[in-house]
C-alpha cells in the first residue's frame, strides 16, 4: 500500500487541530498592554501546544521518509495517534483558560502521555513491516529519547496535583528534547 494517502490526510489533520487551537484564542476585553495579562496562560498553554503540534509533524514526516510501504495495521496506528494529537485544542483551551489548574494540567498531559504512546505503536508497526534490519528500525534503534518522554509524562501528570507549574515544565522539558527533529532518519535515508 503506497504511503501518500496517508501522509496527505496526517497534514491535513494535523493541519486543521492548529487552526482549531488558534481559532480558541480570545483577544482581551481592553486596548492596553494589562488587558493582556488575564489571557497569558492561554497563549503560553497554545505556544507549548503548537511547538508540540509541530513536533509531532515534523518527527512524522521524518518517519513516513524513512518508509517505502503501509498497510492496515498502520492505518489504524496511524488514526490512534491522530485520535490523541486530535485532543490537544481541547486540553490545551481548558489549561489555559483555568491558569494551569491541577487537572487541566493533568489531564494535557495524560494526551500527551497517550500521544506520544500511539506514536511508539506507529513506529513499532511501520518497522514490523519493514524488518528490524530497515532504514527505518536502525535510525529508531532503542528509542531511548521516545522513552524518556514517556516517563516524564508520567512522573508529570501526579505531579500536576502536588504543584502544577512542576508538571508543566515537565511538559516544556520534553519539547525542548524533541525540538531539534531525529537527525538519525536523515542520516540513514541520505546514506
Do not use: C
Not at 35 to 43: H, K, M, N, S
Not at 147 to 165: E, G, H, N
Amino acid at each position: 500500500m503506497n504511503k501518500s494517502r496517508l501522509e496527505a490526510f496526517s497534514d491535513g489533520v494535523l493541519a486543521v487541530i492548529i487552526t482549531i487551537m488558534v481559532l480558541e484564542m480570545k483577544s482581551p476585553g481592553g486596548t492596553s498592554l494589562a488587558d493582556l495579562r488575564p489571557v497569558i496562560a492561554v497563549f503560553l498553554s497554545y505556544v507549548l501546544s503548537f511547538v508540540y503540534i509541530g513536533i509531532y509533524w515534523n518527527n512524522h514526516h521524518h518517519l513516513l521518509h524513512a518508509t517505502q510501504r503501509v498497510n492496515g495495521a498502520t492505518l489504524w496506528a496511524n488514526l490512534h495517534l491522530l485520535f490523541w494529537l486530535s485532543l490537544v485544542p481541547f486540553t490545551t483551551a481548558w489549561m489555559g483558560e483555568n491558569h494551569l489548574d491541577s487537572w487541566p494540567v493533568a489531564v494535557y498531559g495524560i494526551v500527551l502521555l497517550l500521544a506520544a504512546s500511539a506514536y511508539f505503536i506507529l513506529t513499532r508497526a511501520l518497522i514490523r513491516i519493514h524488518g528490524h534490519g530497515s532504514t527505518l528500525a536502525t535510525s529508531i534503534g532503542s528509542d531511548r529519547k521516545g522513552k524518556i518522554s514517556i516517563a516524564i509524562y508520567a512522573a508529570a501528570i501526579p505531579l500536576a496535583f502536588v504543584q502544577p507549574w512542576i508538571a508543566a515544565a515537565g511538559y516544556v522539558i520534553v519539547a525542548i528534547m524533541w525540538l531539534i527533529p531525529d537527525r538519525r532518519i536523515e542520516r540513514r535515508v541520505a546514506q
